[in-house]
């Protein structure tokens, strides 16, 4: 089936079988081929400008700060002072944007694998390629998985901002890259990373979920509402070195102009329905007994 066919573009995938989201086109905008995948930009009737890649939406301007802000924030305030933060992917600048919202960040690192995905995003998107005005950000071209290699003990947050676990893209939901991610960060640090939809993927959240709990003090899964996303929902998986929970807020940022988040939502966001909760919650570690305990009660 065409997805641009007939006026709309229906986006079709082997995460989401027998769904799909439908979108009716104005103006197709670009349509091109990179390196590394179909890259596609059209004029919505209601959703405003909209980017597909490899047939999947990434972003409208209708609804794309919900994703923004809540993966960007989420991980950010639960930091009390971050100053040097890396963003793998993220190509749309959209994460950049937030990040920058964070006045006492220093540096600013972005690691993009496909250039043509920033170009596109700068000429159709410049309300979340503007992220890359900032003096702080440093651009690199090139694979993730790799500059992460690279890098020891780096990074206050590292942001994750992937497209679903298909193709390239697998491997950044595999324990490795979770592995090479905690070498990076400096002591207290934290991750965000994209975590796809509970309505969907809830036993690859559930091993997303327990690998990391191999590796981090605390991991949790937070979500947060977007209509142009499948089940109109996607999640976020946070991994914290620090003693606190992720799901309390240590800083407040709502004077920095935000649509979606705020502290109220921040805490919410990691409370989930009991189906969910059921399955992504970690096992409950029953309390030790000491021996003068166990004698007393033998008695």
Request: charged share 25%; glycine share 8%.
């Amino acid at each position: 089936m065409d997805k641009l066919g007939k006026g709309w573009f229906s986006e079709l995938g082997v995460m989401w079988p027998g769904q799909a989201m439908s979108i009716e086109v104005d103006e197709i905008l670009f349509q091109g081929r990179s390196d590394y995948q179909d890259v596609v930009a059209f004029k919505s009737k209601t959703y405003g400008n909209v980017m597909a890649l490899d047939g999947v939406i990434q972003c409208s301007e209708r609804d794309e700060f919900s994703y923004q802000e809540m993966l960007t924030h989420l991980t950010m305030c639960a930091h009390p002072d971050p100053k040097r933060v890396l963003v793998i992917g993220g190509g749309d600048g959209g994460v950049l944007r937030e990040v920058a919202k964070h006045r006492g960040v220093e540096k600013i690192v972005i690691c993009e694998i496909d250039k043509m995905v920033i170009e596109v995003s700068k000429k159709y998107l410049p309300h979340m390629a503007v992220g890359y005005d900032d003096p702080r950000v440093v651009v690199n071209i090139g694979d993730g998985c790799k500059f992460l290699e690279e890098s020891k003990n780096e990074y206050d947050i590292i942001i994750v901002d992937s497209s679903d676990p298909v193709g390239p893209a697998e491997v950044l939901f595999e324990k490795p890259f979770y592995v090479n991610m905690r070498n990076a960060l400096r002591p207290g640090g934290i991750v965000g990373t994209q975590g796809e939809c509970q309505w969907l993927h809830l036993e690859l959240i559930k091993r997303l979920l327990d690998q990391s709990r191999e590796i981090y003090n605390h991991v949790e899964y937070a979500y947060t509402t977007i209509p142009t996303y499948p089940c109109g929902q996607i999640g976020f998986v946070i991994c914290s070195l620090r003693d606190e929970r992720p799901s309390v807020p240590v800083r407040d940022i709502s004077n920095e102009n935000t649509r979606y988040y705020n502290q109220d939502v921040h805490k919410a966001a990691f409370v989930l329905p009991e189906f969910a909760r059921k399955v992504l919650s970690p096992p409950e570690r029953k309390p030790t007994t000491t021996t003068t305990e166990s004698s007393s009660q033998s008695k």
